[in-house]
């Protein structure tokens, strides 16, 4: 169903709300309590079941998926055009002070899984990546997977380093640890059971620990380099959905692909290079807090990230092209006999044991052509605003950061570690070259005594240069009906412009645009609002792109 | 807080147009009642339809390789044409496993082959036993007699019927190392007119072997079911002694090699591979035509048709050109050459029949699920179907 372009535009833009404002006559543009910084959970969710999703039709529904793609604005962005933290998502690139020791440490609670035996549960057989889950000696549960043979550190060190800064840029993460593990360290708990490839569901015997240890790397002295992975807090009911909402989670009442974490999570995968962002590696569970039982999504399972495709270095590929090539691309490189030859064939690689495959240099890649094995509903959806959200919160991971969750993946290889580090900084340079500037990056408003002041992320970040001026279009703002009444305009070289006379008004409405810029985006206005409280100016509203 | 009655056409044109449920004071209430409004509405979290339509067809035992019973589709015998069938598999631990399996093909031949792998056993399952027995009838297997120049027009049609049983092991010695070795029974009885091109060998007999082999592969493709690069080198001795005093007793030896030179990461590359094959029969015995070493067909000399020539012994040569448009499809421009004759010393001097043609290749990381070729020599066009890489 679709609303009369008419009104549609004045909804959003004359009213300048965001997806949870309202916006008739009757009830106000915004309330006392925006912008909201939490999303609202009031419902108890216990009720919900467990589902897991078939990773072949996800799998094929994403191949296939020709559902057009609506250039709608994300619904679950509060009024100032930022995600409210909340089940999929948390604030703290931007929001909190991040340091390399709280990177490094992450979502880590603990030091790891009590000392003492590892009691097998069960085991991951299924001939692609191996893995036990086991329960250390306090009753934890832990998940265990390992290196491929001749590739120490790629899949264990890289998934360490993206569950890092996947967590520094507001994602839930389970806690992991990089370990040792002794065959010896493991003991079968009774019922474990395993299917091996292409054999039927049978009781594990220790045999069988031997022949799926034989399939990972060890070290000289025997024992085996391991990543940890804690179960997630709650109970396990199924995975993330990247399209429509849960049927029996009632907090969940926007469509997924219109969450705008869900949307900019393409921009981080593509930073890391997270390939396998698909459903099947993320984890939807049933948790109770503050009285309240809902369930919160994890991002799990980033082995195939960066320069590791878990089983070996990352694919040539891999970030290059989807799952299934593009027909079209197909076509031609058939009628070409092999003379169609994608870049990616002839690109230049860094390849060490410790990390894998990483590309030489990122001056040519162009982050909006990235491509995960398969894309999603959310993927698709994200417009030019979710990608600049997505591409601000990077600007807060500095260097050192990178740095941070590099060390945590203990790759032991100074070399490989460097290469790695580059490779992030390279990325996130990219994404903000390409993203920052590619929208008015005005943000984080603010309207004091010494006039309109605003950050500019883009010149913030290096990545254009400062405009010739702002700007700054004033209208007097009626909440209850949403109409704006323009009453003058200032401009500047740079912030802070100067204030028209705003006596009286409750609330302003104010459209900011560069002068002149060199990005011939920065002339389409941000448009903010702010409302006056206590005799203070309190920035409430902001609409990059309506 | 309590929820307004709206009737659910009003709600959902509000909810579409994004306008707001009344009486909230604040974003939270609205977003509450939102959420009340779908409390009320739950639902299980479940599979689609074409979900449950999916996993129900991947789950059978023919794409899922688990057990049960499954449809076949093949070639029950090379130039039989076209068969299906139905199968039954049956999956026990250590990687044993039962599989029989009953087609009829174009032609009206039918078979039934039975297979059981039995469990591995030795250091890390290095040692995997089977048997293997199957009864084929046969019809209408198109020959054209013994030797090199032999004619189109020599063509006639015989019935084949073997029944066949065979017991063995493979053992993975190392890392594309592999031996095999085993014993079994080949009995069969062929019938139909020998043609122009004279008698054939064994022709109207009902004939019983014991049939021993032993093999070797040293294998440095990283999958025998698709490859782009790497290659192998393999070898077998075959004994056919024949029982009842029959004169058809004969060694059969065959070596072949392949490699795969990929250019430009594997964008492109050159494949060879050259095939011998000779039998040295015991004094006065003479070689079945049916077990003669053959050229003509989808793996040999792909523009000629199945067995066009055979004789005691053959050469097969053949270069491909190999490019990439898919990860999911390789292209391939081929060039084929084969030759019979009585010994391979013999061959360099027999004519040697050579075709060429252009191929499409659907495989997977591991597999080859489709093979199609349009090929092009002497005797015209033909179109290869088929599965498994070439080599």
Redesign the interface.
Do not use: D, T
């Given at each position: 169903m679709r609303c009369r372009p008419g009104l549609r535009v004045v909804l959003v833009v004359a009213l300048g709300a965001a997806a949870w404002s309202v916006t008739s006559g009757a009830t106000p543009t915004f309330y006392d309590d925006d912008p909201i910084q939490v999303e609202p959970i009031t419902q108890d969710a216990s009720g919900a079941a467990r589902y897991e999703p078939d990773l072949i039709y996800q799998t094929l529904e994403g191949l296939f998926d020709g559902r057009p793609v609506s250039d709608e604005r994300a619904r679950d962005v509060n009024t100032v055009d930022e995600v409210p933290d909340g089940p999929f998502y948390v604030n703290r690139a931007g929001h909190l002070p991040l340091t390399p020791a709280l990177v490094a440490r992450g979502a880590n609670t603990s030091d790891g899984p009590a000392p003492g035996a590892w009691s097998v549960v069960s085991a991951k057989s299924d001939g692609i990546t191996l893995g036990f889950t086991i329960r250390d000696a306090a009753g934890v549960l832990w998940f265990i997977k390992f290196d491929p043979p001749g590739w120490r550190g790629m899949a264990t060190g890289t998934e360490v380093v993206a569950a890092k800064l996947f967590w520094a840029v507001g994602y839930h993460t389970v806690e992991y640890h990089i370990g040792r593990l002794r065959a010896s360290d493991l003991t079968i708990a009774s019922g474990a059971t395993i299917t091996p490839a292409g054999e039927a569901e049978r009781a594990m015997v220790p045999d069988d620990v031997g022949r799926l240890l034989a399939r990972a790397d060890r070290d000289a002295d025997g024992t085996y380099r391991v990543i940890l992975s804690r179960a997630a807090p709650g109970r396990p009911v199924g995975r993330i959905r990247f399209a429509g909402t849960r049927a029996d989670d009632p907090n969940d009442v926007v469509p997924h692909e219109h969450r705008r974490e869900l949307r900019g999570y393409r921009v981080f995968a593509a930073w890391l290079n997270h390939v396998d962002a698909k459903g099947i590696n993320s984890l939807a569970a049933l948790v109770t807090e503050g009285g309240r039982t809902f369930i919160r999504r994890y991002l799990l399972d980033f082995g195939s990230a960066l320069g590791s495709a878990a089983t070996g270095p990352r694919e040539g590929w891999e970030g290059s092209e989807p799952l299934v090539e593009d027909r079209g691309d197909i076509l031609r490189r058939t009628l070409g006999f092999g003379f169609v030859i994608p870049a990616w064939r002839t690109a230049r690689w860094y390849e060490s044991p410790a990390v894998g495959r990483l590309p030489r240099s990122h001056d040519d890649w162009r982050p909006e052509d990235w491509q995960p094995h398969i894309m999603n509903a959310a993927f698709r959806h994200l417009r030019a605003d979710d990608a600049f959200w997505a591409a601000e919160k990077l600007t807060y991971v500095t260097d050192d950061i990178i740095a941070a969750a590099v060390a945590a993946g203990e790759f032991g290889n100074p070399a490989a570690e460097a290469e790695l580090a580059r490779t992030i900084r390279e990325r996130r340079d990219r994404i903000l070259q390409t993203w920052l500037p590619a929208i008015d990056p005005i943000g984080r408003p603010a309207l004091t005594a010494g006039g309109l002041t605003f950050d500019n992320a883009a010149v913030r970040a290096g990545v254009a240069p400062a405009p010739p001026g702002y700007r700054a279009r004033w209208s007097r703002f009626d909440n209850a009906t949403g109409a704006a009444s323009p009453i003058g305009e200032t401009t500047g070289a740079a912030a802070p412009l100067a204030v028209p006379d705003l006596s009286g008004l409750e609330f302003v409405q104010v459209e900011i645009s560069a002068v002149d810029p060199a990005v011939a985006a920065w002339a389409r206005p941000v448009v903010v609002h702010f409302r006056r409280r206590g005799g203070q100016w309190q920035w409430v509203g902001l609409v990059r792109l309506p | 807080m309590h929820a307004r009655v709206i009737p659910p056409l009003v709600l959902?044109?509000l909810l579409?147009?994004?306008?707001?449920a009344?009486g909230?004071?604040?974003?939270?209430e609205?977003?509450?009642q939102?959420?009340?409004e779908?409390?009320a509405h739950?639902?299980?979290?479940?599979?689609t339809a074409?979900?449950i339509v999916?996993?129900r067809i991947?789950s059978s035992p023919l794409l899922a390789?688990?057990?049960g019973v499954y449809p076949w589709f093949g070639s029950v015998y090379s130039g039989t044409g076209f068969a299906v069938g139905a199968g039954v598999l049956h999956?026990?631990?250590?990687?044993?496993?039962l599989t029989a399996t009953a087609a009829i093909s174009t032609n009206g031949s039918l078979s039934g082959d039975l297979a059981w792998r039995l469990p591995t056993f030795a250091v890390?399952?290095r040692f995997q036993p089977w048997v293997e027995a199957g009864v084929s009838r046969l019809r209408r297997l198109q020959t054209w007699g013994v030797g090199s120049d032999v004619q189109v027009t020599d063509r006639t049609n015989v019935d084949f019927r073997p029944t066949r049983v065979d017991a063995g092991v493979t053992i993975d010695a190392a890392p594309g190392v592999s031996l095999v070795a085993g014993y079994g029974y080949l009995g069969f009885s062929t019938a139909g007119n020998p043609g122009a091109a004279g008698p054939l060998p064994g022709l109207g007999a009902s004939l019983d072997y014991g049939v021993g082999h032993v093999g070797a592969v040293l294998d440095w493709r990283p999958s025998p079911g698709f490859s782009t690069n790497g290659g192998f080198l393999r070898g077998e001795w075959r004994r056919y002694a024949a029982r009842d005093a029959a004169p058809f007793s004969f060694d059969q030896f065959e070596v072949e090699a392949a490699e795969l030179v990929p250019f430009?990461?594997e964008?492109?590359g050159l494949a060879f591979r050259a095939l011998a094959t000779t039998t040295r029969t015991d004094t006065g015995d003479d070689v079945p035509f049916v077990l003669l070493p053959a050229v003509g067909g989808g793996e040999t000399v792909r523009s000629l048709p199945t067995r066009r020539y055979r004789d005691r012994s053959r050469v097969v040569l053949t270069g491909e050109?190999?490019?990439?448009?898919?990860?999911?499809?390789d292209?391939a421009?081929f060039l084929d050459a084969g030759a019979v004759g009585p010994t391979l010393s013999d061959i360099p001097d027999r004519p040697f029949r050579t075709g060429y043609g252009i191929g499409a290749r659907v495989h997977g990381p591991t597999f080859t699920a489709l093979r199609l070729e349009l090929a092009h020599g002497r005797e015209g066009f033909r179109f290869v179907i088929t599965g498994g890489q070439p080599f």
């Open positions: - | 959902a044109l579409a147009c994004r306008l707001p009344f909230q004071s604040s974003r939270a609205l977003i509450a939102q959420q009340a779908k409390a739950l639902a299980p979290e479940v599979a074409a979900e999916e996993k991947l390789g688990s057990g999956r026990a631990p250590l990687a044993s496993r890390n399952g430009v990461r964008q492109f050109y190999r490019w990439r448009p898919s990860r999911y499809l292209m421009l």
